[in-house]
């Protein structure tokens, strides 16, 4: 084995995350590394969890990233709010959800399953006659942004009815945050979590999360402490906490925290409305060059992702080789099918700086090629001109 410096080739990530990441973002992370407990570091941490809470549309206080990738931010929450014993609602429609319910029943609860087709969002109904079923449960756990389907489920009204019955919610925005709405107060979200790679184009490694006051209150008035070492809250509070009071938990990961700052700046610079805008504008462009070459989409259109699109494969190609040769002839990487829709679908992420119109044109011109060449039934020689005619709208 030749032992030698790694120097990766440069793609374009048009998967499921993580996303092309943002060249300030990188430049960012290049710099000096400093203490973790330097006051200017402390001083970054403050703008920081501003610029979280921007991204969340909340006050909270406790809003800050996780040290580990969205995974982490999942587990937090769920490690946190949920004692054992306690009962949880858990709307699945998709990979995720599944993972919710593995979270839930590690610290010691029991989970109760709201099951929804994938490629659809979660129903409002079925999670309110489970909560009439289940009035002692404690809390309602859902995905807002399901990247495994291209599905997004309304938060505003599941967080609702969650409230009605008394319930806590947790809410997964890993795909959501910075790429389509997420109104953590206007909803009255009580524990969100998401990643750093997705649409807010920082490397993958930390998860941002936010916790109301009722959360707040719910792991203060826990009668077992917290789990895991790691993510107990209770501890990490200390070091996310005001500047000057800060107290030791772990070494925060300096670099990558530039890097989610700056990533933060770029979406405080473009105004986050724009930023949700320019999302929904890219789908539609990259939507009307998909049905132009006669593929379809397998979410119905009111419940669709922007940034996660989910095509169906047309009948007799080979899925995977396209996907192949996407990234072996064009440094192009889409998504696959997982679960039940392993090999009937591809994912194809617009997200964050990525989701713009040359990579639109780009990909949709790059599937194009590939699919004519494997003799795959499309029509040829529209998509772009469609694509083109709405991302310039
Ligand atoms: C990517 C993703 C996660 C996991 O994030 P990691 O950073 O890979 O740990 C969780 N939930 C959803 C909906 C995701 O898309």
Not at 112 to 117: A, K, L, Y
Not at 207 to 235: C, M
């Amino acid at each position: 084995m030749q032992i030698q410096s790694f120097v990766p080739p440069v793609r374009t990530l048009m998967g499921p995350g993580p996303s092309d990441v943002h060249p300030r973002v990188l430049a960012a992370m290049a710099r000096p590394t400093i203490g973790h407990l330097d006051p200017q570091f402390g001083a970054m941490m403050e703008q920081l969890k501003y610029l979280l809470q921007y991204a969340f549309q909340t006050k909270n206080t406790l809003t800050i990233p996780v040290s580990a990738p969205g995974s982490a931010g999942m587990e937090s929450c769920f490690v946190n709010l949920v004692e054992p014993g306690d009962k949880v609602i858990v709307c699945q429609n998709g990979v995720f959800g599944g993972r919710m319910k593995e979270n839930v029943e590690r610290a010691g609860g029991v989970a109760v399953m709201v099951q929804d087709p994938w490629g659809r969002a979660v129903d409002p109904n079925k999670l309110r006659e489970t909560l009439q079923a289940h009035r002692d449960a404690k809390v309602v756990a859902f995905v807002h942004a399901e990247t495994s389907t291209g599905a997004q489920s309304d938060a505003a009204t599941l967080c609702a009815i969650a409230r009605e019955f008394d319930c806590l919610t947790i809410v997964d925005a890993v795909t959501s945050l910075g790429g389509s709405p997420v109104l953590v107060d206007e909803w009255g979200v009580d524990a969100v979590y998401s990643g750093s790679q997705k649409c807010l184009s920082c490397t993958p490694g930390l998860a941002p999360v936010s916790f109301g006051d009722r959360a707040v209150e719910r792991i203060k008035a826990r009668k077992q402490r917290v789990a895991s070492w790691f993510l107990d809250l209770t501890l990490v509070m200390g070091y996310w906490g005001d500047k000057g009071k800060r107290v030791y938990h772990h070494t925060a990961p300096i670099n990558p925290l530039y890097g989610l700052h700056e990533s933060l700046v770029i979406l405080h610079e473009e105004g986050i409305e724009n930023a949700w805008q320019r999302h929904a504008q890219n789908h539609q462009a990259l939507r009307a060059g998909i049905e132009a070459m006669g593929l379809e989409f397998i979410v119905p259109e009111a419940e669709r992702l922007p940034q996660l699109n989910a095509i169906g494969v047309p009948a007799g190609v080979d899925e995977a080789k396209v996907r192949q040769r996407l990234l072996q002839e064009f440094d192009l990487e889409i998504g696959a099918g997982l679960g039940e829709l392993a090999g009937k679908i591809w994912r194809i992420g617009q997200m964050g700086f990525a989701s713009n119109p040359k990579n639109i044109l780009y990909c949709l011109n790059a599937l194009e090629a590939v699919l004519v060449s494997m003799k795959a039934p499309i029509e040829t020689g529209k998509a772009a001109a469609a694509a083109l005619a709405v991302a310039t709208a």
